[in-house]
């Protein structure tokens, strides 16, 4: 007599209560709640505890689906890749199940793959960590509507957190830890925290950033045609050789806002940069008229603050200790800043280590005393505005 094993049944799946409650409760109704079938059938929750299923529940997500990761490290042998969309109203949404701590290792990638690959719009991710890519951590190509919140990308073989391509368009990035990125196949050259490069849009935010030591650049607007808001944010030693790379290429800005003779308004405001090996905050080649405002750059290797060849409009940034003077060209305007005579408030602390105190459970920056001036008139708050 044969036995027959029973199927095993797909586990984790089931609708949220509330959204089976409310499909219930509209059944035949669907016009009036606002609800078709279509997408009634697409709001669903999928629970992963193994890699195999995380693998699986990226590839098939589609709009109205979350995925909830249990606590634990994953560690998969492709890239995670969807070229699914969301919609504003049922995003495709990555997040921990439960208060978990979860952790995507992509030391078991093939080389040159890319840890988290996204081609598509509404994808909300939060609370995960995403580390030791053999290339970049995070990439999200072309897409409308992102959140992408509370994030650490750490330790990738490329850059850390990606936004490129054309129509990339009001995505936010809130709450961004970057750091120890390093592609050694270029010898640290291309590695930043974040990178909005290739592409276009308008709309993007990236605010409550920490890049630091990186082997290239903190944030770095490479090549990107479209105004970036970037506030609230600290870029510190990034572009040190700390991996004792004999040919070292990195260059070490905290803020690089464009190259490749783009001319985009940025909006740089509340952000500082200390201790990176280049410059604190650089237009690179962007000539674009960027409002560089309340920022605080302190003891960079460059300058702090480089703007020569543009037309950024630079207001109340308080610039110290830099290696190299502060470069203004002769059609940036710059009114009460350091150094247009504003003198410099005295700063309660300098003690780099306190960047690193960890962040508030709501992923808010940690409160520190670092480079606080406590003045309202000049530098930034290092904390939000
Ligand atoms: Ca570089
Ligand atoms: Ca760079
Ligand atoms: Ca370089």
């Known amino acids: 007599m044969s036995v027959t094993r029973m199927k095993p049944r797909k586990r984790g799946r089931y609708l949220f209560g509330a959204a ?4 219930a409760g509209a059944a035949g109704l669907g016009v009036q709640y606002g609800l078709n079938p279509n997408e009634a059938a697409a709001s669903q929750e999928v629970v992963v505890g193994s890699t195999a299923e995380l693998e699986a529940a990226i590839e098939d997500a589609a709009a109205g689906t979350t995925i909830s990761v249990k606590g634990g490290t994953y560690k998969p042998t492709s890239s995670l890749h969807s070229e699914a969309s969301g919609t504003a109203s049922a ?4 997040q921990p199940y439960g208060n978990g701590e979860v952790i995507v290792d992509g030391s078991g990638l093939p080389e040159e793959s890319w840890l988290l690959a996204i081609h598509g719009s509404y994808w909300h991710v939060s609370d995960m960590t995403f580390e030791n890519s053999t290339a970049h951590g995070v990439v999200v190509t072309s897409s409308t509507g992102g959140v992408f919140k509370n ?8 850059t850390g957190f990606n936004l490129r391509g054309d129509d990339t368009v009001n995505n936010l990035v809130e709450n961004l830890d970057s750091y120890g990125n390093y592609d050694a196949a270029a010898n640290g ?19 409550g950033a920490r890049l630091f030591e990186n082997s290239d650049d903190g944030l770095d607007f490479w090549s990107f045609a479209g105004a970036v808001r970037v506030e609230d944010s600290w870029a510190w030693s990034n572009g040190e050789n700390v991996w004792d790379d004999s040919n070292f290429q990195g260059d070490g800005n905290g803020f690089k806002l464009g190259g490749d003779d783009e001319a985009v308004p940025h ?29 605080t750059a302190y003891d960079n290797g460059g300058s702090g603050f480089w703007f020569q060849t543009g ?33 410099s408030p005295a700063l309660a602390s300098t003690d780099g280590s306190e960047a690193y105190t960890e962040r508030g459970s709501d992923g808010s920056l940690p409160a520190v005393d670092l480079l606080v001036t406590g003045s309202s008139a000049i530098g930034a708050t290092m904390g939000y505005l």
């Open 189 to 207: 050259e291309n590695a930043d925290g974040i990178a909005v490069k290739f592409g276009t849009g308008s709309g993007n935010v990236i605010r």
């Open 311 to 343: 037309t950024a409009r630079l207001a109340r940034n308080l610039s110290a200790e830099g290696g190299s003077a502060d470069v203004l060209g002769s059609r940036t305007v710059s009114a009460a800043n350091t150094w247009d005579g504003v003198s």
């Open 20 to 23: 089976a409650i409310a499909i």
């Open 91 to 94: 995003p495709i949404t990555l």
């Open 151 to 158: 994030l650490t990308t750490a330790n990738n073989g490329d």
């Open 267 to 295: 909006k740089i405001i509340n952000n500082a940069a200390w201790d990176n090996v280049a410059n604190g905050f650089t237009e690179n080649s962007n000539t674009g008229q960027m409002q560089i405002y309340r920022n």
